[in-house]
């Protein structure tokens, strides 16, 4: 009995965590022990709970002044892998089946008054700092699933806006998302050569 309350308590309280439990794993420490992204009945993604609490890599920025004036991706992209996805890809150096990576893109900091350039002055100086959430994208390896995307790779987006974010998403054709990462991306098609943590993590 007693022991039913404390396995009741734990599901409880990884409920709370925001962690989704892969009921197909077995429930060990194993790194085989991926957490799993959840998908609707027609196969859209759900939006993950709690990837600001996932580990960060890095902010890669291509701000418009450097860039003729518009550059494609303005903002700042703050990246976060799924905590167990990257304890694996610390002990192999690959993304396991099941990786999944948030990318979140914030505004450069633009108040008014903010110079041409879009930078600000700020008390440490001229600066492209940290605006507003306007997005939220989401890659999902897995080869079962995504048979027919290059590396098992799939890609998704709940909106280029400020929140709320949309609930679900439909993954992209290969050719919108997956072609210029399997060309440009450094490791196994994420772009390792922007995100100090997993290439420290790498080894
Ligand atoms: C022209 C090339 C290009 C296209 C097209 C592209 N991306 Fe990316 N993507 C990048 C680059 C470069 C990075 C890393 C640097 C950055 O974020 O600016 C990145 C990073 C990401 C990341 C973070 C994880 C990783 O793999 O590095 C996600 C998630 C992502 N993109 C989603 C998407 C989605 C969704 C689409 C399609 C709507 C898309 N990308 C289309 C170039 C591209």
Known sequence: MKMRMAIAALAASAVTAGVVLNNSAPATADMTNIVRASFTASGEVKRP?????????????????????AAPFPEFHNVYIEPSAFKAFSATG?????????KELVSVRAPDGANPDGSTNEVSGVAYMQGEFIGL???????????????GWAYFSFGHNPEPYAETAAAFPADSCNSCHAGNAETDFVFTQFYPVLRAAQK
């Open 49 to 69: 709970d709690g990837w600001r609490q996932w580990i960060y890599v890095g902010t890669p920025l291509t701000p418009n002044a450097l860039n003729g004036g």
């Open 137 to 151: 994208e989401l890659t999902v390896k897995d080869n079962k699933r995504f048979a027919s995307e290059p590396g």
């Open 94 to 102: 690959e993304f396991p089946e099941g990786t999944q990576i948030a």
